[in-house]
């Protein structure tokens, strides 16, 4: 017989460690609902009214969870329901054939195989791709000149703690766009004078508009 059509919808969306499941219902709150997160199944109860009710059950799930670490937001027309995986990996679906493997199962060439073949590398017939082994075929852009020198400076910005963030802004800030200090305890108690490159004169920006 044919399913039932699916009074509200849902779909779900991924990453390696959160699964997040949308359900579209509009209405629905922390009171009039009861979301279960279960180690291997997650169910929505929502009290629509006194006479009306609507369920969603998924168990098993693709694989298994962490409750604990698993919440459930409400929005004025959805609720979306965060699951913390307990196996860091990629789910084919929401929930698991009663003869598939978990991923906690797995062999580690089988976890190997899920993580570089994916189905949609089969379409129109066509053989599956190993998409590790293409990225690290491909040649690889490195920075050159003032590229690289910018790409240098982000690095350290980006990995530096905030006394040298602090001492980079107000150095190249203060100095026109010259200087470049790292060195907190010595720009951070005087101004950074500008240093223009040899056989430049420097001027102030308010010098220019008299």
């Not at 027309?77 to 003869?99: F, H, I, Q, V």
């Not at 190993?130 to 400076?153: C, Q, R, T, V, Y």
């Not at 766009?177 to 102030?204: A, D, Y």
Request: charged letters at 30%; a negative charge; aromatic letters at 10%.
């Amino acid at each position: 017989p044919p399913k039932p059509v699916q009074r509200f919808r849902h779909d779900f969306i991924q990453n390696p460690t959160h699964v997040t499941v949308t359900v579209y219902i509009k209405g629905a709150s922390k009171e009039s609902c009861d979301v279960s997160f279960e180690e291997t199944s997650l169910s929505l109860d929502w009290t629509i009214s006194p006479s009306d009710s609507w369920q969603l059950c998924f168990d098993p799930l693709f694989d298994r969870i962490v409750p604990a670490e698993s919440t459930a937001s409400f929005f004025g027309t959805k609720l979306e329901m965060k699951l913390k995986k307990a196996s860091a990996g990629k789910w084919d679906a929401l929930e698991r054939k009663l003869d598939e493997k978990a991923l906690d199962e797995l062999t580690e060439e089988e976890v190997k195989r899920k993580r570089d073949y994916y189905p949609s590398s089969k379409a129109q017939g066509g053989q599956a791709k190993n998409w590790d082994k293409i990225a690290s075929e491909l040649p690889e852009d490195k920075p050159e000149g003032e590229e690289a020198l910018n790409s240098f400076f982000q690095q350290i910005y980006g990995r530096g703690d905030p006394e040298i963030r602090r001492a980079m802004n107000k150095s190249f800030q203060e100095s026109g766009g010259t200087v470049l200090s790292t060195n907190w305890g010595e720009v951070g108690s005087k101004k950074v004078e500008g240093t223009p490159p040899k056989g430049l004169e420097m001027n102030k920006w308010s010098d220019l508009h008299k």
